[in-house]
C-alpha cells in the first residue's frame, strides 16, 4: 500500500537518497530542505525524474517554517534532520554543544509534537527518528552528536510506548558510518576552535580517531534499507543498518555491563 512520507533535512545525504527511493518506489514524499538553495537543487532533481515529491523550505529551528507541517496530511513522519560536530567533550565550547541540542533534540521533538497530534487525531499513523549508532555506542571525539543521539533513542522509546494506545507507531533507524559528507564535515568542523596550545586534548589522538572516515560505507546501501523500512507496516523498533554494525553495537552494550573503571 503506497503511503504519503513527510520527511525532514531532505536537502542532502540519506534524506534526500530516501525522499527520491520512496518516490520512486511509488510514494508520495514531502521533502523538506533546510535552505532554499537545497530545495532548487531537489527540485531540479524531482522534475527531471517526473517523481511525486512536494519540496518545502523547512528550517526545524524556524517556528513559521515548522508551522508548515499541519498543512499537509501524510501517514508517516521521519524526523531525519540534524546537524554534526565532534570535538572532546571535556573541552567542547558550550555554544557548539548546545546548538547540536538545539537541532537535534529540541527541535526535532517540536517537529515530532506537532506531526504526533495529527497522527493521533487519525488513530493511527507512524513517526520515524533517524538516529544512529552513536545514539547506542560512544566513540572518542564525536561526543557532541552522541550525546544528542542518546536523547533521541530516550525520547523515542518514551514515545513509543505513551503513542501505541493512539495507534501511532514509532521506529528508530540507526545507521552506521556512511560517506555522505555528514562525517566528514563534523570531523572538520573542531578545528575551528581547537588550539594546541591551549587545550588538553592532543591534536595526533584526534587525527588518529578521524582514519576512521576512510572505511566509511556505500550510502546507497542505506537509502534501500530506509525506503524498506520507512513505509513498512511491521518492523522491529530499532534498525541498525549495515548487520556488521548491529553485531558491533550489540558486542559493545555487554562490554559497558561488564566494563570497570
Same mark, same amino acid.
Given at each position: 500500500?503506497?503511503?504519503?512520507?513527510?520527511?525532514?533535512?531532505? $536537502?542532502?545525504?540519506?534524506?534526500? $537518497?530516501?525522499?527520491?527511493?520512496?518516490?520512486?518506489?511509488?510514494?508520495?514524499?514531502?521533502?523538506?530542505?533546510?535552505?532554499?538553495?537545497?530545495?532548487?537543487?531537489?527540485?531540479?532533481?524531482?522534475?527531471?525524474?517526473?517523481?511525486?515529491?512536494?519540496?518545502?523550505?523547512?528550517?526545524?529551528?524556524?517556528?513559521?517554517?515548522?508551522?508548515?507541517?499541519?498543512?499537509?496530511?501524510?501517514?508517516?513522519?521521519?524526523?531525519?534532520?540534524?546537524?554534526?560536530?565532534?570535538?572532546?567533550?571535556?573541552?567542547?565550547?558550550?555554544?557548539?554543544?548546545?546548538?547540536?541540542?538545539?537541532?537535534?533534540?529540541?527541535?526535532?521533538?517540536?517537529?515530532?509534537?506537532?506531526?504526533?497530534?495529527?497522527?493521533?487525531?487519525? $488513530?493511527?499513523?507512524?513517526?520515524?527518528?533517524?538516529?544512529?549508532?552513536?545514539?547506542?555506542?560512544?566513540?572518542?571525539?564525536?561526543?557532541?552528536?552522541?550525546?544528542?543521539?542518546?536523547?533521541?533513542?530516550?525520547?523515542?522509546?518514551?514515545?513509543?510506548?505513551?503513542?501505541?494506545?493512539?495507534?501511532?507507531?514509532?521506529?528508530?533507524?540507526?545507521? $552506521?558510518?556512511?560517506?555522505?559528507?555528514?562525517?566528514?564535515?563534523?570531523?572538520?568542523?573542531?578545528?575551528?576552535?581547537?588550539?594546541?596550545?591551549?587545550?588538553?586534548?592532543?591534536?595526533?589522538?584526534?587525527?588518529?580517531?578521524?582514519?576512521?572516515?576512510?572505511?566509511?560505507?556505500?550510502?546507497?546501501?542505506?537509502?534501500?534499507?530506509?525506503?524498506?523500512?520507512?513505509?513498512?507496516?511491521?518492523?522491529?523498533?530499532?534498525?541498525?543498518?549495515?548487520?556488521?554494525?548491529?553485531?558491533?553495537?550489540?558486542?559493545?552494550?555487554?562490554?559497558?555491563?561488564?566494563?570497570?573503571?
Amino acid at each position: 500500500m503506497k503511503k504519503t512520507i513527510f520527511i525532514t533535512g531532505a $536537502g542532502t545525504g540519506l534524506g534526500r $537518497g530516501a525522499a527520491i527511493g520512496l518516490a520512486q518506489a511509488g510514494h508520495r514524499v514531502i521533502a523538506a530542505t533546510e535552505i532554499t538553495a537545497q530545495k532548487t537543487d531537489l527540485l531540479r532533481e524531482v522534475e527531471e525524474q517526473g517523481l511525486n515529491i512536494d519540496v518545502i523550505k523547512l528550517d526545524i529551528t524556524n517556528l513559521r517554517d515548522t508551522a508548515q507541517i499541519a498543512d499537509y496530511d501524510f501517514d508517516i513522519f521521519v524526523a531525519n534532520a540534524a546537524i554534526n560536530e565532534g570535538g572532546p567533550l571535556a573541552e567542547v565550547p558550550m555554544d557548539r554543544f548546545r546548538a547540536l541540542f538545539e537541532v537535534n533534540v529540541f527541535a526535532t521533538l517540536e517537529t515530532v509534537q506537532i506531526a504526533a497530534r495529527q497522527l493521533v487525531q487519525r $488513530g493511527k499513523g507512524k513517526i520515524v527518528f533517524m538516529s544512529s549508532m552513536a545514539g547506542i555506542s560512544a566513540t572518542p571525539y564525536v561526543g557532541p552528536y552522541t550525546a544528542t543521539k542518546h536523547a533521541i533513542e530516550g525520547i523515542a522509546q518514551t514515545l513509543q510506548a505513551e503513542l501505541k494506545e493512539f495507534g501511532v507507531q514509532v521506529a528508530t533507524i540507526n545507521p $552506521g558510518a556512511y560517506a555522505t559528507g555528514f562525517n566528514d564535515r563534523s570531523a572538520e568542523e573542531k578545528w575551528k576552535w581547537f588550539n594546541e596550545e591551549t587545550h588538553f586534548t592532543r591534536k595526533e589522538d584526534m587525527k588518529r580517531q578521524e582514519e576512521a572516515l576512510k572505511n566509511q560505507f556505500d550510502p546507497a546501501d542505506m537509502i534501500a534499507k530506509m525506503v524498506e523500512i520507512i513505509p513498512a507496516d511491521y518492523h522491529k523498533f530499532r534498525t541498525v543498518h549495515p548487520k556488521e554494525t548491529e553485531d558491533q553495537l550489540k558486542k559493545t552494550e555487554q562490554e559497558r555491563w561488564e566494563m570497570d573503571i
